[in-house]
């Protein structure tokens, strides 16, 4: 069964930067696109960026010149840079695959971005 653990979120002011880390287990991420999503609380989980196994990168226009999406297939992680935060990216923030190969949902790692 493929497991998706996220980390690396924290509290950071307005401007600063966090690193979140996706490492997946009991699969290898090589022939995958990654996705990573964020909830905030009462509102649907949003796609934010995605890296295909390609190496094809989309982002949210919200997060555009701010976040950056790599992958480290020897590692088996997905990683999100996150720059010049602001306090709308406050989520808690996932990572997984697109369907029709989603696994269940990991834990998230949440994100606060408040001064």
């Known amino acids: 069964q493929a497991q998706f653990v996220e980390s690396g979120g924290g509290l950071v002011q307005p401007g600063g930067s966090l690193r979140l880390s996706c490492a997946a287990s009991?699969?290898?991420?090589?022939?995958?696109?990654i996705y990573w999503y964020r909830q905030v609380p009462g509102k649907e989980r949003e796609w934010v960026s995605s890296?295909?196994?390609?190496?094809?990168?989309n982002y949210v226009d919200s997060v555009k010149g701010r976040f950056t999406i790599s992958r480290d297939n020897a590692k088996n992680t997905v990683y999100l840079q996150m720059n010049n935060l602001r306090p709308e990216d406050t989520a808690v923030y996932y990572c997984?695959?697109?369907?029709?190969?989603?696994?269940?949902w990991g834990p998230g790692t949440q994100v606060t971005v408040s001064s």
């Open positions: 009991g699969t290898i991420i090589s022939p995958y696109a």
């Open positions: 890296i295909s196994s390609g190496g094809k990168i």
């Open positions: 997984n695959r697109p369907t029709p190969f989603r696994s269940s």
